[in-house]
Nanobody, 127 residues
Framework: QVQLVESGGGLVQAGGSLRLSCAAS????????MGWFRQAPGKEREFVAA????????YYDDSVKGRFTISRDNANNTMYLQMNSLKPEDTAVYYC????????????????????WGQGTQVTVSA
């Protein structure tokens, strides 16, 4: 129904910045809440940030609060994650996710709550 493609990952030094994008295609006319997750080698996938369809409400994991900013452009079916002050512990594969949200005003912070996922983009932060 919905396909998600992440881009913008790469190698950056600690303290640097990256901007991830998640482009949605398919049945994008439906209302979706969206989020970012990440998975480091040997670890479980963890929540990073979430945003409502209307974009007015955002939610962040404490580990990225104040450094990362989630946003979305519904007209262009794209979600973003601006990552500043990157740390080596931010190194992971970053995934975008989406799920239906009929009210348009909710965000979701658990991986099991999402049913559409991208293929991931690697972010590596060197010390």
């Amino acid at each position: 129904q919905v396909q998600l493609v992440e881009s913008g990952g790469g190698l950056v030094q600690a303290g640097g910045s990256l901007r991830l994008s998640c482009a949605a295609s398919g049945r994008t006319s439906m209302i979706f809440a969206m989020g970012w997750f990440r998975q480091a080698p040997g670890k479980e996938r963890e929540f990073v940030a979430a945003i409502t369809w209307k974009g007015g409400r955002t939610y962040y994991d404490d580990s990225v609060k104040g450094r990362f900013t989630i946003s979305r452009d519904n007209a262009n079916n794209t979600m973003y994650l601006q990552m500043n002050s990157l740390k080596p512990e931010d190194t992971a594969v970053y995934y975008c996710a989406a799920r239906r949200d009929y009210g348009g005003s909710y965000y979701y912070a658990a991986a099991y709550q999402y049913n559409h996922w991208g293929q991931g983009t690697q972010v590596t932060v060197s010390a």
